[in-house]
Nanobody
Framework: QVQLVESGGGLVQPGGSLRLSCAASGSIFSFYVMAWYRQAPGKQRELVAVIGNVDYTNYADSVKGRFTISRDIAKNTVYLQMNSLKPEDTGVYYC???????????WGQGTQVTVSS
């Protein structure tokens, strides 16, 4: 079993920054793709950023140049640094861990990010 615990969400003004963390525990040795998704009210969940083997990264066009995904392998933790936040970045942010052998993977419980003045 794998557990993911997100933290770091909150209320921030437009133009501000937040850093989300996702700590993984349990039987995670076979999983190496970690990603952040978000879901805004009334919208489908969307991929925000992903980090894979050999630190491959990819981002949604809407966050390129503003968000950075990274991870600390020793701590089994993935981060999402979010800068220049916009109101449209508001939503619940979810962490996911998966692998090509197990694409369904596991999800965290989500953390709320609200960008508002």
């Amino acid at each position: 079993q794998v557990q993911l615990v997100e933290s770091g969400g909150g209320l921030v003004q437009p133009g501000g920054s937040l850093r989300l963390s996702c700590a993984a525990s349990g039987s995670i040795f076979s999983f190496y793709v970690m990603a952040w998704y978000r879901q805004a009210p009334g919208k489908q969940r969307e991929l925000v950023a992903v980090i894979g083997n050999v630190d491959y990264t990819n981002y949604a066009d809407s966050v390129k140049g503003r968000f950075t995904i990274s991870r600390d392998i020793a701590k089994n933790t993935v981060y999402l640094q979010m800068n220049s936040l916009k109101p449209e970045d508001t939503g619940v942010y979810y962490c996911k861990i998966s692998s090509p052998q197990n694409p369904a993977g596991y999800w965290g419980q989500g953390t709320q990010v609200t960008v508002s003045s």
